[in-house]
């Protein structure tokens, strides 16, 4: 069975850290590219962060740039979503997702995990 199952999501107090863990079971994943999304209340959801099968490329959104550092453990089974100097709009469900760097840079998945909440408050 395919699954991602994200961990570590919680509540923050602005200008605090998180991490988040996506574990990966089933197919495999480790010659996947992976990436974080995540969706606030009332809106779509965005692309956050990805990183290639190898770990050599990264992406980020601007929005998170500087703050937030994706990583994938040597295994390549769990990535890693390192959130640094936390922000009340980075409240949202985050989502690990996994398919091609190319794609999920642009927001398609092959495989979506069921999500964590991350909650910032002011």
């Known amino acids: 069975q395919v699954q991602l199952v994200e961990s570590g999501g919680g509540l923050v107090q602005a200008g605090g850290s998180l991490r988040l863990s996506c574990a990966a079971s089933g197919r495999t994943f480790s010659s996947r590219a992976r990436a974080w999304f995540r969706q606030a209340p009332g809106k779509e959801r965005e692309f956050v962060a990805a990183?290639?099968?190898?770990?050599?490329?990264?992406d980020y959104a601007d929005s998170v740039k500087g703050r937030f550092t994706i990583s994938r453990d040597n295994a390549k089974i769990t990535v890693y979503l390192q959130m640094n100097s936390l922000k009340p709009e980075d409240t949202a469900v985050y989502y690990c997702?996994?398919?091609?760097?190319?794609?999920?840079?642009?927001?398609?998945?092959?495989?979506w995990g069921q999500g964590t909440q991350v909650t910032v408050s002011s």
């Open positions: 990183i290639s099968w190898s770990g050599g490329s990264t």
């Open positions: 997702a996994a398919g091609e760097f190319r794609t999920l840079v642009a927001g398609q998945a092959y495989y």
